[in-house]
């Protein structure tokens, strides 16, 4: 077996990769946090659903609709409007306490995690626009 690249078929252009957006840290950071929050969706759900807080229907409708949305909002961190989108449900995750109490206390933990890749991320990014443009990159 030879590592050389495969021929492509005649006719056919080769595939060129379009360059990669470069993320920030803080970008990056929220995304994070909104996918494990997006997975953690699921243990509420079925506490919710096994013990009978929620119809079945309203429990895993609800899980999974939110799992979803946390998880296309992951993708917007890059704009200041996804960034308040991703604030605004942190304040729904905080909400969901009122239908199962000990989401209180999952919430906060997501919140300071939140809060957390928000601030570092953010001075990170600062740090390196800040040796870009000392080595004169930008």
């Known amino acids: ?9 005649p006719g056919r252009a080769p595939r060129t990769r379009t360059p990669r957006r470069d993320r920030g840290a803080q970008e990056s950071l929220l995304s994070i946090a ?3 929050e997006a997975i953690m969706f699921f243990f509420p759900m079925l506490v919710a659903f096994g013990k009978g807080t929620l119809p079945p229907a309203v429990a895993f409708g609800g899980g999974i609709g939110a ?15 996804g960034v ?26 997501f919140l300071a995690l939140w809060v957390f ?8 990014d600062r740090q390196n626009a800040a040796r870009r443009a000392a080595m004169g990159e930008d």
């Open 34 to 36: 909104l996918v494990l």
């Open 117 to 124: 890749c928000f601030v570092k991320g953010g001075q990170l």
């Open 84 to 109: 308040w989108f991703g604030w605004l449900l942190q304040a729904a995750i905080l909400a969901t306490g009122f239908i199962e109490p000990f989401m209180f206390a999952v919430a906060v933990v």
């Open 1 to 9: 077996m030879t590592n050389a690249p495969r021929a492509s078929r």
């Open 67 to 81: 799992m979803v949305v946390l998880a296309l909002a992951s993708r917007l961190t890059g704009n200041r409007a």
